[in-house]
């Protein structure tokens, strides 16, 4: 305890001024506190502050790579009933495209649909296939219906058409009385069924996608070497 007190009486008569006349074991410490603060403040100026975006930078990359981790652990955990769903609805898609007729179906087809409107009781007054318009891999085929009956007998015929094993849609309904003025309705209506196209059909029409082109190509360049000649005669 002595000692201690007498070492805090030598430091509180320390003249700043003169450290050459400091006691040995303050002069050795006082240059060890020194060179602390120098490599302290070293340290934090040319290491920390330099390498402080980068170790940011790597903080947020690893929150980017840990949420992708568990984003794919998730599918991962889950990738059964991804390849439950995908299978439910291979097998949905293929019940639709059954519901698709084909070449030989679509006369038969066509048929049902001019009995469903017989059936529930309407006058057929037009019953009149469009060509069929193609699209990607099916092939949409319009028909003008014109029927007349009452507004119940029209809803049962809508209610049949429904009910068709094959896909029938109506469209552009209008329903107006009878010009007769004998209180019967006038249904007009574009049925649409749909027909699915045979792989060689597909073919066919990139085929003449194609051949389409060249053409309108060859023609382009037929019309140029007509439009030099008068040029070559002069």
């Known amino acids: 305890m002595k000692k201690l007190q007498e070492l805090l009486e030598q430091l509180r008569n320390l003249d700043p001024n003169d450290p050459g006349r400091w006691p040995l074991g303050v ?6 506190l020194l060179f602390a603060v120098v490599a302290s403040a070293g340290y934090w100026y040319f290491v920390w502050k330099a390498l402080h975006p980068v170790l ?29 769903q995908l299978a439910e609805m291979e097998k949905s898609f293929g019940a639709m495209l059954r519901q698709l007729p084909n070449k030989t179906e679509v006369p038969n087809l066509l048929v049902d649909i001019s009995q ?10 037009l019953f009149q296939p469009q060509g069929e318009v193609r699209k990607d891999f099916y092939a949409e085929l319009p028909i003008n ?8 007998q029209m809803g049962n015929f809508a209610g049949g058409i ?15 009385p009878a010009k007769d003025g004998g209180g019967d309705l006038v249904l007009n ?9 045979d792989e ?18 060859g023609a382009k360049k037929g019309a140029k070497g007509k439009a ?3 040029a070559a005669g002069e």
């Open 228 to 230: 030099k000649k008068p």
């Open 116 to 125: 469903t409107g017989l059936a529930a009781g309407l006058e057929e007054k």
């Open 27 to 32: 002069r050795l410490g006082t240059a060890i």
């Open 189 to 197: 209506v574009t049925g649409k069924t749909y027909r699915y196209l």
């Open 56 to 84: 940011l930078e790597t903080r947020a990359k690893e929150t980017e790579l840990f949420n992708t981790l568990e984003s794919k652990a998730r599918k991962a955990a889950n990738l059964q009933a991804y390849k439950d």
């Open 200 to 217: 060689d059909e597909q073919v066919s029409d990139s085929g003449k996608g194609a051949k389409g082109g060249k053409s309108e190509k």
């Open 145 to 152: 219906i014109r029927l007349t009956g009452d507004y119940h």
């Open 162 to 176: 429904a009910a068709l094993p094959r896909i029938v849609t109506l469209h552009d309904i209008e329903i107006a």
